[in-house]
C-alpha cells in the first residue's frame, strides 16, 4: 500500500521561503519517480517539480525554475520541496505524488498513481 502524506504549508510573505516535506510509504517500484503538484481553485492540477532519484534528474516548471528545489531523502522516506522567493501566484494546494509505469521524467498528472492529501501554501503581499 502506497501513502503519501504531506506537510509544511502556511501562510507566508512575499519573497518568503517555506520547505514541504512528503513523507512517503511505498515499495520502490511505485515511487521510481516523484514529483510535487499544486492546483489553484477551478483549475487543473499542474506540475511544478519532478525527480528520479535513481537517475539523479530532477525537472522543473517554468515559473519555478530558479525559485523551487526538489529532493529527496531516502534514509528518511521524505520528499521535499524548497521554495524560496515565493510570489502571490504561489498560493495553491499543494500536492506530492509518485509513479512507476513511464519511461521518462515527466509533469503529467496522468504519469502518477499514487497522491498525497495535499498541503496549503498561501503566499500574501
Known amino acids: 500500500q502506497v501513502q503519501l502524506v504531506e506537510s509544511g504549508g502556511g501562510s507566508v510573505q512575499v519573497g518568503g521561503s517555506l520547505r514541504l516535506s512528503c513523507a512517503y510509504s511505498?515499495?520502490?517500484?511505485?515511487?521510481?519517480?516523484m514529483a510535487w503538484f499544486r492546483q489553484f481553485p477551478d483549475k487543473e492540477r499542474e506540475g511544478v517539480a519532478a525527480?528520479?532519484?535513481?537517475?539523479?534528474?530532477?525537472f522543473y516548471d517554468n515559473s519555478v525554475q530558479g525559485r523551487f528545489t526538489i529532493s529527496q531523502d531516502d534514509a528518511k522516506n521524505t520528499l521535499y520541496l524548497q521554495m524560496s522567493d515565493l510570489k502571490p501566484e504561489d498560493t495553491a494546494m499543494y500536492y506530492c505524488?509518485?509513479?512507476?509505469?513511464?519511461?521518462?521524467?515527466?509533469?503529467?498528472?496522468?504519469?502518477?498513481?499514487?497522491w498525497g492529501q495535499g498541503t496549503q501554501v498561501t503566499v500574501s503581499s
Open positions: 505524488a509518485a509513479g512507476g509505469t513511464y519511461a521518462g521524467l515527466t509533469l503529467d498528472p496522468a504519469k502518477y498513481g499514487y
Open positions: 511505498a515499495h520502490p517500484a511505485s515511487r521510481k519517480y
Open positions: 525527480i528520479w532519484p535513481t537517475l539523479g534528474r530532477t
